[in-house]
């Protein structure tokens, strides 16, 4: 409580409401309330103030009597001056009062340095010490939303993994919600509940040194593509398909949670992907759209199921969606191509994806040391229709060469569960090795082509 009331009576100091401050700070029994008490004792006395407050009828009068006496003697000034300028002769070195000329008189420079000298020391105001800020980390078991405003009816802008530092700007009247900057520049909204709070002195010439030394380095040469290429190409295209999904209405209530866990799995690949301090901006961002990304999807997943209102999370889920183009802004901004291929084949993989996932679990999941006759036979009817869909779908040129990979592997899949529940074993073996290497095939053409989905077996 008392911290809360420290800071009440800071932002009160600041905007030079020193009364309403003190009387706050005087009701707290702290160091920093004594020292900040002091402080203002040093910026607004209380003598001064008793004495402003003060005085008697007859100095009101004095008062009064100066400033009409001034007010006559300036208006006589201006008429002077008035006068003398409507006499002076073009080319004459004085002026004429009444057909006598007289010596112009030189301006008094030394006077006029002193009276500015004094004015400046009269005006300058004194340096008021740098108030402590504060600052929060985010103290959760998962990412937090950053808001639009101070409440959950506000719209998420960012979001926030746990232990993250951000700034504390200030708070709404009852307290609950914090108004916050992240190291990014951006500001937004978070529960109170949800932070640690502390306060720390700044000192204004160590931050500057520090916001210099973490400014990120320009990428060398190819360095930034390099990483690119080494594996964030896949989670972007794999993230972007699941993303395509769900603006298609691919994704629906059946296999959302299975979207959620896709999401989540990119993300922490994501994570444990090394990469220069030079892309540390497009990493973090990154990181967080895929965050938002699965928090949104994740509350909309949990609303279908409990029959809440789904709009406000769904529109979450569309807003955070569309941050890829902000990631795309900053590929572009270092020069990494995203693609390094023109084949558009993202609708073909859209098409084909609910049999390619549904066709690769059974792949994955085939174990030759448990399978049964009774477990094979259903799977050859799931192969051969997902095969079937695959093999009808629409693919541009560019792609018919992976799509006859993908075909070839799920044929010899259906090959190998019959050959199962034939307890053939020649024909497994000899199915097994060819569904494994056509399904690696169409994996290496995704890569020629500059698509790359592949992830590991």
């Given amino acids: 409580m008392s911290k809360q009331r420290l800071m009440e009576a800071r932002e009160l100091m600041t905007a030079k409401r020193y009364d309403e401050a003190r009387a706050i700070l005087e009701g707290v029994d702290s160091p920093k309330a004594k020292e900040w008490l002091a402080q203002i004792e040093r910026e607004q006395p209380r003598a001064r103030k008793r004495s402003s407050e003060g005085g008697s009828f007859a100095g009101y009068l004095v008062t009064i009597f100066v400033s009409i006496l001034l007010t006559v003697l300036v208006i006589a000034g201006l008429l002077v001056a008035t006068r003398s300028s409507w006499y002076k002769p073009s080319g004459a070195s004085g002026v004429i009062v009444q057909g006598i000329p007289t010596p112009t008189r030189q301006p008094n420079t030394a006077g006029a340095d002193a009276t500015a000298e004094a004015t400046e020391e009269a005006t300058e105001v004194p340096t008021e010490e740098a108030a402590p800020a504060l600052t ?6 998962q990412s937090i939303n950053v808001r639009s405003g101070p409440g959950t009816n506000f719209q998420s802008v960012k979001s926030l993994l746990p232990g993250t530092t951000v700034e504390i700007l200030g708070q709404n009247p009852d307290g609950t919600w914090r108004n916050i900057r992240l190291s990014d520049g951006t500001e937004g909204w978070v529960s109170t509940s949800l932070l640690d709070i502390a306060e720390v002195e700044v000192d204004a010439e160590a931050t500057a040194e520090a916001t210099v030394d973490n400014t990120p380095p320009p990428c060398q040469g190819s360095e930034a593509q390099t990483w ?12 972007r398909l699941n993303v395509k999904r769900f603006e298609t209405e691919q994704i629906v209530a059946e296999n959302l949670p299975t979207f959620v866990t896709d999401v989540d799995t990119l993300r922490q690949q994501l ?14 961002t990154f990181v967080s759209i895929l965050t938002e990304i699965h928090d949104a999807a994740q509350a909309y997943a949990e609303n279908i199921e409990s029959g809440a209102n789904t709009s406000d999370s769904f529109t979450q889920l569309q807003t955070a969606t ?22 558009e084949i993202d609708d073909w993989l859209v098409a084909i994806w609910p049999d390619f996932e549904a066709a690769q679990i059974i792949i994955n999941g085939y174990d030759a040391a448990t399978i049964t006759p009774q477990l094979a036979r259903p ?3 799931d192969v051969r229709r997902n095969g079937q869909n695959i093999s009808d779908a629409e693919v541009p040129e560019c792609g018919a060469i992976a799509q006859s ?5 799920l044929s010899a899949a259906e090959a190998l569960f019959q050959a199962v529940y034939e307890s053939n074993t020649t024909a497994i073996q000899a199915n097994q090795g060819t569904m494994y290497q056509e399904l690696d095939a169409f994996f290496t053409e995704m890569n020629r082509i500059g698509f790359p989905i592949n992830r590991p077996r």
Avoid at 228 to 239: F, K, Q, R, S, V
Avoid at 271 to 284: K, L, Y
Avoid at 322 to 343: M, Q
């Fill in 136 to 141: 929060g980390v985010v103290q959760s078991n």
């Fill in 228 to 239: 690119w290429n080494g594996g964030p190409t896949t989670i972007y295209n794999l993230a």
């Fill in 271 to 284: 994570e444990q992907t090394s990469h220069p301090d030079c892309v540390e901006t497009i990493h973090e």
């Fill in 322 to 343: 569309a941050r890829y183009a902000e990631l795309d802004t900053l590929l572009e901004a270092v020069s990494i191509i995203k693609f390094s291929t023109s084949c």
């Fill in 379 to 381: 799977l050859i009817f």
């Fill in 405 to 409: 990979h993908l075909v070839n592997a």
